[in-house]
């Protein structure tokens, strides 16, 4: 297979690239390093081919899509709260670069685009598990932009024979996952800092609860998705179909790393919502997807990564 992955440089699109040439597949990335670390893709240096660019330019993406087989589009600002803060800059990114993946994808034959979604379009209804035909209630203009993209996909799937399936991503977790950006998400930054022995921040009371899914999962479905047929055109939840707060999460992490600090509270975040929890039979029907790691083994290997990044011993 001869595969892009747009955003490669991130936290979930590295994790791709690594096992998509485990695999022996030939892989090219597109990333503008924006928030891409170079060290994520420094590793797989010579065995990839790499377009440092941005996927707000078509030229760009039309140039990285020439040859591709199968795309991988998980570029995006990925932060509910940054979108918040600056709702023109998401739109440009998650919805003006993603028509620009589609169009080029389209105009090279394409075999197929995966395209990463969030669970934040479900936004904050009251009714669990998240199931796929529930209607979108979008909360944040990062919800409206990834539900934007899945429209999008739909609409090239049907109008130009594009075939895309969009994956509705609940609350990834794992190695490689940045935790000194203002925008981090909440795993790592518990990690890093109880490893460093400081409180960190929980927002609201931490009684919202998170169907968190550890990265290896996310890249299974990925690559099922490229291969069957019968997910073209389907939107569908990957996560782990299990759901846990906010505190237990904290509590678990303490535990595991034997800190004894506690917590501190602030006030919650404009546009987070207060329960996700996915019903993931569609995949599981449609994909053959099963999540093989665990929440607790994902959550032994993040650790055990963070400890040997930040020169920590156990």
Same mark, same amino acid.
């Given at each position: 297979?001869?595969?892009?992955?747009?955003?490669?440089?991130?936290?979930?699109?590295?994790?791709?690239?690594?096992?998509? $040439?485990?695999?022996?597949?030939?892989?090219?990335?597109?990333?503008?390093?924006?928030?891409?670390?170079?060290?994520?893709?420094?590793?797989?240096?010579?065995?990839?081919?790499?377009?440092?660019?941005?996927?707000?330019?078509?030229?760009?993406?039309?140039?990285?899509?020439?040859?591709?087989? /199968?795309?991988?589009?998980?570029?995006?600002?990925?932060?509910?709260?940054?979108?918040?803060?600056?709702?023109?800059?998401?739109?440009?990114?998650?919805?003006?670069?993603?028509?620009? /993946?589609?169009?080029?994808?389209?105009?090279?034959?394409?075999?197929?685009?995966?395209?990463?979604?969030?669970?934040?379009?479900?936004?904050?209804?009251?009714?669990?598990?998240?199931?796929?035909?529930?209607?979108?209630?979008?909360?944040?203009?990062?919800? /409206?932009?990834?539900?934007?993209?899945?429209?999008?996909?739909?609409?090239?799937?049907?109008?130009?024979?594009?075939?895309?399936?969009? $994956?509705?991503?609940?609350?990834?977790?794992?190695?490689?996952?940045?935790?000194?950006?203002?925008?981090?998400?909440?795993?790592?930054?518990?990690?890093?800092?109880?490893?460093?022995?400081?409180?960190?921040?929980?927002?609201?009371?931490?009684?919202?609860?998170?169907?968190?899914?550890?990265?290896?999962?996310?890249?299974?479905?990925? $690559?099922?998705?490229?291969?069957?047929?019968?997910?073209?055109?389907?939107?569908?939840?990957?996560?782990?179909?299990?759901?846990?707060?906010?505190?237990?999460?904290?509590?678990?992490?303490?535990?595991?790393?034997?800190?004894?600090?506690?917590?501190?509270?602030?006030?919650?975040?404009?546009?987070?919502?207060?329960?996700?929890?996915?019903?993931?039979?569609?995949?599981?029907?449609?994909?053959?997807?099963?999540?093989?790691?665990?929440?607790?083994?994902?959550?032994?290997?993040?650790?055990?990564?963070?400890?040997?990044?930040?020169?920590?011993?156990?």
């Amino acid at each position: 297979m001869r595969a892009l992955v747009t955003g490669g440089a991130g936290f979930i699109g590295s994790h791709l690239v690594e096992r998509l $040439l485990e695999l022996g597949h030939q892989v090219r990335v597109i990333d503008n390093f924006s928030t891409g670390r170079r060290e994520n893709v420094g590793p797989f240096a010579g065995r990839i081919e790499l377009h440092e660019a941005d996927i707000r330019s078509l030229d760009a993406v039309r140039s990285a899509v020439e040859g591709v087989e /199968v795309v991988f589009h998980e570029a995006a600002l990925a932060s509910v709260p940054r979108s918040v803060d600056d709702p023109v800059t998401s739109n440009e990114v998650n919805v003006g670069g993603t028509l620009n /993946v589609l169009a080029a994808s389209r105009d090279a034959g394409v075999r197929r685009v995966i395209y990463a979604s969030s669970s934040s379009i479900y936004g904050d209804t009251p009714v669990l598990p998240k199931v796929e035909t529930m209607p979108p209630a979008p909360g944040s203009p990062y919800a /409206v932009g990834k539900l934007g993209g899945e429209y999008y996909c739909q609409v090239f799937s049907k109008l130009y024979g594009l075939p895309c399936v969009p $994956l509705r991503y609940f609350n990834v977790f794992g190695p490689r996952q940045d935790p000194t950006s203002q925008y981090a998400a909440v795993v790592p930054i518990f990690v890093a800092a109880l490893l460093k022995g400081t409180a960190p921040i929980v927002y609201g009371d931490g009684e919202q609860s998170r169907d968190f899914t550890y990265v290896a999962n996310v890249v299974d479905a990925n $690559l099922l998705a490229a291969e069957t047929d019968r997910g073209i055109g389907e939107v569908m939840n990957v996560a782990c179909g299990a759901t846990i707060t906010v505190n237990e999460l904290f509590a678990r992490l303490r535990d595991l790393i034997g800190a004894t600090i506690d917590a501190r509270y602030d006030e919650a975040r404009r546009g987070d919502v207060m329960h996700s929890f996915a019903d993931i039979g569609k995949a599981r029907e449609l994909l053959g997807f099963d999540p093989n790691v665990s929440f607790e083994d994902g959550l032994e290997r993040t650790v055990a990564w963070f400890r040997k990044t930040m020169g920590i011993r156990s």
